[in-house]
């Protein structure tokens, strides 16, 4: 099994995620760190506990990170598209969460001593959290296996501005900051996340199944709505639960060679861009020496039927 810290800002499709690496025999789901990013991080923390309360799962702990860029600039949320609360109005108010007492870079430097060497980080919200944590302890990435983030566009166009992808758009100098560490950064962009769709058919799939299922089916009907907005469909993305797949082997991939990945942190029109070196173009330049990026290109199809088979059931 590979062992997880699932770094979130629980909107709709980071609910999958968590249900998946709830679900996933594969996968050891150590704790979960909450930033924010879809929403604020109160309520990304507060969501990220009631997914895992529906999952069965209350006995992995939630810790709370940051509130806002790296930078200290105000916070953007994205509620347009998961919603004020970010499970699309489905949130259960009522429900009072139970916090770890640590902050999500305490629990997660914790975590990578405790498992040093074996330990993975999926991370499918804004970087905040893993820069942070970079800087409260450089040492960190001799600690980490690997780093799975969902994040960046390479060769397609961004879904916030035509350049940038939410997660990376939300907090360039975070994610450049996690792309510069010496740990090996593997990067599930749009590239291949807006290519494994889930149909209104997974839906009624995940309706039909326990708690878990009618949850992921009700809140998707909310992200259907939001896609069919942008693409005229009933669909959505599945964006945050295929980085858990890729980091944690469930599908296998088409992964350019080891590439540098730099992000766009000047504040013209490609803020937060992603731009991946696919072609070698930059092979020779110092600071492209000793480069652990991997890009995915391509995931083995079939993933989210996996998926809504583990959390319907
Ligand atoms: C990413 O942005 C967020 O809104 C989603 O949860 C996902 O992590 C997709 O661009
Ligand atoms: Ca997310």
């Known amino acids: 099994t590979t062992k997880i810290v699932l770094d979130v800002d629980t909107g709709i499709d ?13 996968i050891e789901l150590l704790a979960c760190t909450a930033t924010w990013g879809n929403i604020d991080v109160a309520q990304a923390a507060r969501n990220t506990a009631y997914v895992l309360d529906i999952a069965g799962r209350s006995d992995v702990p939630v810790a709370a990170g940051a509130a806002g860029p790296y930078d200290g600039t105000a916070p953007e949320f994205s509620t347009t598209v998961h919603g004020a609360d970010g499970q699309g109005g489905r949130a259960d108010l009522d429900f009072a969460p139970v916090l770890a007492r ?3 870079v305490d629990l997660l430097l914790r975590l990578s001593r405790e498992h040093a060497h074996e330990l993975e980080i999926v991370a499918v919200g804004p970087l905040t959290n893993l820069a942070l944590a970079l800087d409260a302890d450089p040492d960190l990435p001799s600690r980490v296996r690997a780093v799975t983030i969902m994040g960046g566009a390479s060769f397609v166009p961004g879904n916030v501005t035509p350049g940038a992808e939410a997660n990376i758009w939300h907090d360039p100098e975070a994610a450049q900051r996690v792309f510069d560490a010496a740990w090996p950064v593997t990067m599930v962009g749009l590239d291949v996340t807006m290519r494994t769709l889930l149909t209104e058919e997974h839906r009624a799939r995940l309706a039909a199944g326990g708690r878990a299922g009618r949850y992921a089916a009700d809140i998707l009907d ?3 709505g939001y896609y069919a907005q942008v693409t005229g469909e009933r669909t959505s993305a599945n964006h945050d639960a295929l980085a858990v797949a890729v980091g944690c082997g469930l599908v296998s991939t088409v992964v350019a060679p080891v590439v540098h990945v730099e992000v766009d942190t000047t504040h013209g029109p490609s803020r937060g861009r992603t731009v991946a070196d696919l072609r070698g173009m930059w092979r020779g330049w110092p600071e492209v020496d000793g480069a652990r990026h991997r890009v995915v290109l391509e995931v083995e199809p079939g993933f989210e039927d996996r998926m809504v088979d583990l959390i319907a059931s």
């Not at 980071?14 to 594969?26: F, K, Q, V």
Request: hydrophobic share 45%.
């Open 14 to 26: 980071d609910a999958l995620a968590i249900l998946t690496a709830c679900r996933a025999p594969e």
């Open 102 to 104: 640590e902050s999500a």
């Open 222 to 224: 909310h992200y259907f």
